[in-house]
């Protein structure tokens, strides 16, 4: 299916904000939905936010809601997470990942990383107290 391509990251102060960008060069991208997750140095890879191939629906962490909002651009076959109001704890590598189909019925696990076909390499998000 091709790889995902991260960027946006970097190094931002408590209460700074971030957008990352998440590319798919050669892709149907529209066709699929799109999940970002992050990890922790020694953690597991943490749902962060979906997305359907549509625009709608999206869904959140409980950590992020209200601060994190993600986005797409099929024409430009890109999404994005705008990152506001960071904190420490938001400190990790993001991923982005494609799932297998443009929707989530539900009973599919959009907060599973081991649902998600195809990944990027990772953007490093760090924020400093």
């Known amino acids: 299916q091709g790889q995902l391509v991260e960027s946006g990251g970097g190094l931002v102060q408590t209460g700074g904000s971030l957008r990352l960008s998440c590319v798919a060069p050669?892709?149907?991208?529209?066709?699929?939905?799109v999940a970002w997750f992050r990890q922790a140095p020694g953690k597991d890879r943490d749902f962060v936010a979906a997305i359907a191939s549509s625009g709608r629906p999206t869904y959140y962490a409980d950590s992020v809601k209200g601060r994190f909002t993600i986005s797409r651009d099929n024409a430009k076959k890109t999404v994005y997470l705008q990152m506001n109001s960071l904190k420490p704890e938001d400190t990790g590598v993001y991923y982005c990942?494609?799932?297998?189909?443009?929707?989530?019925?539900?009973?599919?696990?959009?907060?599973?990383?081991?649902?998600?076909?195809?990944w990027g390499q990772g953007t490093q998000v760090t924020v400093s107290s």
């Open positions: 050669g892709r149907t991208f529209s066709s699929y939905a």
């Open positions: 990942g494609a799932y297998r189909r443009g929707y989530y019925s539900d009973r599919d696990r959009y907060d599973a990383a081991d649902e998600y076909v195809t």
